[in-house]
């Protein structure tokens, strides 16, 4: 079934607070399969809006696990995974590595 753009919008609003139903509950009230909820917030993540918040309004590049605003942004959190400098995030040596590479810091002495 086909459903109109402001039908789904509608629909996904009420997955946001104040309603904040669950989907399961939803998809019995509304009639739509479950399925097609989950669908439709996957769609919406994708296209960089968070269920839970306002539009971001910037760009969103995202290849893989890494999310950032431009594929140049993308490009470098490759080479530093793979140059073993991207750590999980809070890990001190990361942020020094960081710093480092934005000339924030001099590097090891």
């Not at 109109?4 to 629909?11: C, H, L, P």
């Not at 996904?12 to 399961?24: D, E, G, Q, S």
């Not at 431009?70 to 809070?90: H, K, V, W």
């Amino acid at each position: 079934m086909k459903y109109t753009d402001e039908r789904r919008e509608a629909v996904l609003r009420k997955l946001l607070p104040p309603h904040n139903r669950t989907i399961t509950s939803l998809a019995e009230e509304e009639g739509i399969c479950a399925a097609t909820l989950y669908n439709w917030c996957q769609q919406a993540r994708r296209a960089g809006r968070l269920l839970a918040g306002k539009p971001l309004d910037e760009p969103i590049a995202q290849y893989g696990p890494f999310v950032m605003n431009t594929s140049a942004e993308i490009e470098q959190a490759l080479r530093d995974y793979r140059n073993g400098s991207l750590a999980p995030a809070g890990d001190q040596g990361c942020r020094q590595a960081r710093l480092t590479r934005l000339g924030l810091r001099r590097g090891p002495r």
